[in-house]
């Protein structure tokens, strides 16, 4: 029996881009999963970084940092 364990390359080589496809495939499920949300619900997450950039009110938020 070795003294050293050796790492299997095959099952940990998988789960290391596992984490990247999640990310990647979330706007696809956005996309699709539109077709069946409401319209206001499909639109939150630009309504939000729209917020989120302009202000609440249009004028701050974080925009003003960049000129």
Known sequence: ???HPTRQSSA???????CCLV???LPVVWLI????LPEQVFWFPIWLGA?????ADGQ???SHLFG
């Not at 940990?12 to 596992?18: D, K, L, Q, Y």
């Not at 999963?33 to 069946?36: C, D, F, I, L, N």
């Open 60 to 62: 701050g938020g974080i």
């Open 23 to 25: 990310f990647a495939a």
């Open 33 to 36: 999963a539109g077709t069946v």
């Open 1 to 3: 029996m070795p003294t």
């Open 12 to 18: 940990s080589g998988r789960s290391r881009f596992c």
């Open 51 to 55: 917020v989120v950039w302009n202000g």
